[in-house]
């Protein structure tokens, strides 16, 4: 079975070598999409210098650029995120947002370079939430041209007002473990099926069996 690659972008607020809940759900997303046959990486993103922006590139130092290649080179992106007030993360608006230039990046079929890549989102919070938090991920990932997965989500949402995280779980927590295992099941097999089968061209009488 042929390889893909995914990318899991941690959208924490803290830079490392910090404890994050969020990364350590990322990272088993990760382990659970190798039982797919698919290697990749995790990149905090608090610990790179991406800048503010809605283009590919803000220039000076912008370490956007290398995470986007990074980006484009897997099959699939996981974004995984706390929650802050029942919101995404900070971080994580600023990747959506940097993902905004997507949509004027295009092949030479006009079709956008995150065509047939697939994402999954990954949520951890001390409060409600998780939901929200998914949807609006969803939308911005759809928005910008990534495929999300039937059960394409995954998340761990604590008691409101308590202390525990995530992370402070021992062995974490086995709904969110099935949740995690459905997501990357379902999120490998449709990136296999794009990869064979890329969606297809807005140009009329184009062939698109490649």
């Known amino acids: 079975m042929t390889r893909l690659r995914a990318l899991v972008l941690s959208c924490s607020l803290r830079p490392s070598p910090s404890p994050s809940s969020s ?10 999409l190798g039982e797919h ?8 993103v608090v610990d790179h210098d991406v ?15 290398a995470i986007r ?15 802050w007030m029942g919101q995404p993360s900070s971080v994580c608006k600023m990747v959506l947002e940097r993902l905004d230039a997507e949509l ?11 065509w047939g890549k697939v994402a999954a989102i990954a949520v951890v919070g001390n409060e409600d939430g998780a939901h929200h938090v998914v949807a609006e991920c ?3 990932l759809s928005d910008v041209g990534f495929t999300i997965a039937a059960n394409g989500s995954t998340y761990w949402v604590g008691e409101a007002m308590q202390g525990v995280d995530y992370q402070d779980l021992d062995g974490g927590a086995e709904k969110t473990h099935d949740a995690t295992r459905t997501a990357a099941r379902t999120t490998a097999h449709l990136a296999r099926l794009l990869r064979a089968h890329p969606y297809p061209s807005g140009d009329v009488g184009q062939a698109d069996a490649d």
């Open 37 to 44: 046959d698919v290697d990749g990486t995790v990149v905090r």
């Open 51 to 65: 800048a503010f922006g809605v283009s590919v590139d803000e220039g000076d130092g912008d370490a956007w650029p």
């Open 104 to 114: 004027a990046e295009t092949d030479d079929r006009g079709r956008m370079l995150t």
């Open 69 to 83: 290649r990074e980006m484009l080179e897997s099959e699939i992106l996981v974004i995984a995120t706390p929650i």
């Open 138 to 140: 969803a939308q911005a």
């Open 23 to 32: 990364e350590q759900l990322g990272r088993e997303f990760l382990d659970a």
